[in-house]
C-alpha cells in the first residue's frame, strides 16, 4: 500500500484550504497540542474521545469521533500516523481507523502559508488509494465535514 502513496495522483486527490485570520504558529500549534486538537478537530455534532495523543513524528493519534445518528450514539474510531512534522510549514500523516491493514487509509499533508498580512492559508491535501474510494468518501460528505473541520479550527483561534 506505501507504494500507492509515493506519486500523488489527481484522480485520487481531495484539496480543501482555509484562510485563517492568524498567524501560522498559532495555526500550528493548535494541531500540536492534543488538549486543543481534541476540541476543534471533526465535523460538526460530533465530540472527540481521545485515546492516544503522541503527536510528533514517529507518533499516533488514536481518536473516536462520537455523535448521534440515526437517533443513537455511534462511535468512529480513528488513527492518525504522524510521518513529518515540520514546525509552522508542513504536517504529513496517514489517516484511517486503528486496524493495522485499514485498506481505506488515506495520506494528508497540511501546509501553513503565512500572508503578508499575518493571515494563514491553511491547505489540506487528502491522497486516497484509489479513484473509486475517492469518490464514495466524496459521496459520504468528506469534503463537506473537512471544510466544517477547518471551520472549527477557524472558531477556536478566534475565541
Request: charged share 30%; glycine share 8%; no cysteine.
Amino acid at each position: 500500500m506505501e507504494k500507492l502513496f509515493e506519486t500523488w495522483s489527481l484522480d485520487r486527490e481531495i484539496v480543501l484550504v482555509k484562510l485563517l485570520n492568524h498567524p501560522r504558529e498559532k495555526v500550528f500549534a493548535a494541531w500540536m497540542d492534543p488538549k486543543a486538537l481534541a476540541q476543534w478537530y471533526g465535523p460538526a455534532g460530533l465530540a472527540i474521545e481521545s485515546h492516544e495523543a503522541d503527536i510528533r513524528e514517529g507518533g499516533v493519534w488514536h481518536f473516536d469521533m462520537v455523535g448521534v445518528f440515526e437517533g443513537k450514539q455511534q462511535r468512529f474510531p480513528n488513527l492518525m500516523r504522524f510521518l513529518e512534522i515540520v514546525p509552522n510549514e508542513r504536517i504529513v500523516m496517514d489517516y484511517g481507523t486503528p486496524a493495522s491493514e485499514d485498506p481505506d487509509r488515506f495520506r494528508v499533508t497540511v501546509t501553513f502559508d503565512e500572508q503578508g498580512d499575518g493571515k494563514t492559508v491553511l491547505t489540506m491535501r487528502q491522497l486516497h488509494p484509489s479513484a473509486k474510494r475517492r469518490q464514495e468518501v466524496i459521496g459520504f460528505g468528506a469534503v463537506e465535514y473537512g471544510l466544517q473541520t477547518l471551520d472549527g479550527l477557524a472558531a477556536w483561534l478566534d475565541r
